[in-house]
T-cell receptor
Framework: EPEVTQTPSHQVTQMGQEVILRCVPI?????FYWYRQILGQKVEFLVS????????KSEIFDDQFSVERPDGSNFTLKIRSTKLEDSAMYFC???????????FGSGTRLTVV | GESVGLHLPTLSVQEGDNSIINCAYS??????FIWYKQESGKGPQFIID???NMDKRQGQRVTVLLNKTVKHLSLQIAATQPGDSAVYFC??????????WGAGTKLIIKP
């Protein structure tokens, strides 16, 4: 069964450093997403990406965040200057359509110290 | 505002019994709903979805019911097994891209 793959599984970074979280969506999917889940809380939408541009973003997705699809397979989330409160599980997802077949990766646990 | 919520944060069920997990939503414009299962340390796993033009949809051992009148969604798991232990989330979406997630219900299976 096709999977969304995320790397690394765990990232520890110092406050103020930049991190890049990587995702390989399912190959025939056209829509890509990033969500995050702070420990013990609900999953929160960050951003959606379609046709090489951001289609929607939440209030959380401020100027310190950016996304990129550098090639035909990878989808990345960059956090420019990490803060302690950025510590969370970050999930990448992809879907065939806007309302069809959302599949999530296993997540990257980001710990900012 | 728009929100998706769950009635019970924890549900304990005897192995072999049926489980019913409930979810309330407030956005009447939502037209697509998904149930996810999340095991500890893993990403959300798709269980079943339903569109607003349906009231019921069945999968393997799972059934989702949608009551648009009272904005209620439920997930029924038949013959609950130990492997069903997880946190279950409902999520909704309307005309935009994002899924709005509920708070989650932890399902505990008693032997």
């Amino acid at each position: 069964e096709p999977e969304v793959t995320q790397t690394p599984s765990h990232q520890v970074t110092q406050m103020g450093q930049e991190v890049i979280l990587r995702c390989v969506p399912i190959s025939n999917h056209l829509y890509f997403y990033w969500y995050r889940q702070i420990l013990g809380q609900k999953v929160e939408f960050l951003v959606s990406f379609y046709n090489n541009e951001i289609s929607e973003k939440s209030e959380i997705f401020d100027d310190q965040f950016s996304v990129e699809r550098p090639d035909g397979s990878n989808f990345t989330l960059k956090i420019r200057s990490t803060k302690l409160e950025d510590s969370a599980m970050y999930f990448c997802a992809s879907s065939e359509g806007k309302k069809h077949g959302y599949t999530f990766g296993s997540g990257t646990r980001l710990t900012v110290v | 505002g728009e929100s998706v919520g769950l009635h019970l944060p924890t549900l304990s069920v005897q192995e072999g019994d049926n489980s019913i997990i409930n979810c309330a939503y407030s956005n009447s414009a939502s037209d697509y709903f998904i149930w996810y299962k999340q095991e500890s340390g893993k990403g959300p796993q798709f269980i079943i979805d339903i569109r607003s033009n349906m009231d019921k949809r069945q999968g393997q051992r799972v059934t989702v019911l949608l009551n648009k009148t009272v904005k209620h969604l439920s997930l029924q798991i038949a013959a609950t097994q130990p492997g069903d232990s997880a946190v279950y989330f409902c999520a909704e979406t309307s005309s935009n891209y994002q899924l709005i997630w509920g708070a989650g219900t932890k399902l505990i299976i008693k032997p």
